[in-house]
């Protein structure tokens, strides 16, 4: 069936590093554009990065921006962030989101599919 | 950044009452683009309606969003037990995409 599910979270140290991922099932990956979010707890959510279907283009919010990286690789299906520098506030549930096409196939910089989340926590 | 600004906090109400959210933009949202999500416990949001007013597939038409400019709506014309919820509105007009902080309809 159609499915993100992202897995890497976990307990890290201030300054530490950490690794996300995303596992993409039942459409062709490869042509959408995807999003880290991320959302604190009682927080509203908090759009991170996204990038291209072909990996051509990626955007950081500048929370993240220098210390985050979105990558992908479409023969694996899979979607990355790769997190450095981690700060106590980066502490989150982390979800991958694809972009929504509408009924007449027309793209809006949306989230349509979400993933489950993982939840990182960045405490000494 | 666009600011979004969620009211009220929280709505106490009955099922099969109206509900109606506020989503106020710090900076006109162009061309609409204005996003509703639903949440409930322990998941991740679902997206409700886009383009300010146009329901995703599967929503029921008692959703409905409107607005434009700097000020937006969500309305739920009548409760059913499944919509007690929080819900976030996100502007994608401009960079970086921005969610609003959350309405919580709870049962009154």
């Known amino acids: 069936q159609v499915q993100l599910v992202e897995s890497g979270g976990g307990l890290v140290k201030p300054g530490g590093s950490l690794r996300l991922s995303c596992a993409a099932s039942?459409?062709?990956?490869?042509?959408?554009?995807m999003s880290w979010i991320r959302q604190a707890p009682g927080k509203g959510p908090e759009w991170l990065s996204y990038i291209t279907g072909s990996s051509s283009y990626t955007n950081y919010a500048d929370s993240v921006k220098g210390r985050f990286t979105i990558s992908r690789d479409n023969a694996k299906n899979s979607l990355y962030l790769q997190m450095n520098s981690l700060r106590a506030e980066d502490t989150a549930v982390y979800y991958c989101?694809?972009?929504?096409?509408?009924?007449?196939?027309?793209?809006?910089?949306?989230?349509?599919?979400w993933g489950q989340g993982t939840m990182v926590t960045v405490s000494s | 950044e666009i600011v979004l600004t969620q009211s009220p906090g929280i709505l106490s109400l009955s099922p099969g009452e109206r509900a109606t959210l506020s989503c106020r933009a710090s900076q006109s949202v162009s061309s609409s683009y204005l996003a509703w999500y639903q949440q409930k416990p322990g998941q991740a949001p679902r997206l409700l309606i886009y383009?300010?007013?146009s329901r995703t597939t599967g929503i029921p038409d008692r959703f409905s969003g409107g607005g434009s400019g700097t000020d937006f709506s969500l309305t739920i014309s009548r409760l059913e037990p499944e919509d007690f919820a929080v819900y976030y509105c996100q502007q994608y007009g401009r960079s970086p995409w921005t969610f609003g902080q959350g309405t919580k309809v709870e049962i009154k």
């Open positions: 383009g300010a007013s």
């Open positions: 989101a694809s972009r929504y096409y509408d009924s007449a196939g027309y793209p809006h910089d949306v989230f349509g599919l």
């Open positions: 039942g459409f062709t990956f490869s042509d959408y554009y």
